[in-house]
């Protein structure tokens, strides 16, 4: 979008000092200017909304011999604004090095029974592209999302004793 053409410049007195081919070159250069730095602020709203619009996609699978961890990105909001003291980082991550900014969800599935076992959010999530996934996943999420799974595990075991009880 660029703006429209309606956009007006005054010289006071520039026909005193400026010809009138000079007042047509700074209108130009002016009128140049702006279209440069409106295309250039489009364009950055683009990626900065690709960049914090989620797709849902998986980013990460492991296996082990019973369990899948999965990680995907999650639609859960982020909270980033103008106060936030992360703010500069994140554009310029976004910017100049192609990174996404959303929420991160982790699942343990257990592959006996094609059933999740528990899950965990990480919000506020900053990755970039070619870095691993050590670099940006919280490993404190991993451990409460298999504290939750265990925990899960034992109740699935204690459920028969319960019901013969």
């Known amino acids: 979008m660029l703006p429209a053409d309606g956009t007006q410049v005054s010289f006071p007195y520039a026909g ?4 009138e081919d000079e007042i047509r070159a700074v209108l130009a250069a002016v009128r140049d200017a702006v279209r440069s730095v409106s295309c250039r602020v489009a364009e950055d709203t683009r990626r900065i909304r690709a960049a914090l619009t989620t797709t849902g996609q998986t980013l990460l699978t492991r296996q082990t ?17 103008e106060d936030d003291e992360n703010l500069p980082v994140v554009l310029d991550a976004i910017l100049n090095r192609g990174a996404r900014f959303s929420a991160v969800e982790m699942y343990l599935v257990s592959d006996c ?15 970039i592209p070619d870095e691993p996934p050590r670099q940006w996943f919280d490993r ?4 409460e999302v298999v504290r939750e799974a ?16």
């Open 150 to 165: 265990r925990a899960e595990i034992r109740s699935m075991a204690d459920a028969p004793a319960k019901i013969r009880g």
């Open 65 to 81: 011999r019973r369990f899948r961890p999965v990680v995907k990105e999650s639609d859960h909001p982020c909270w980033l604004d």
């Open 16 to 19: 005193e000092w400026l010809t």
């Open 113 to 127: 029974i094609e059933h999740i076992l528990s899950s965990g959010l990480a919000c506020d999530v900053l990755r």
């Open 140 to 143: 404190g999420v991993l451990r």
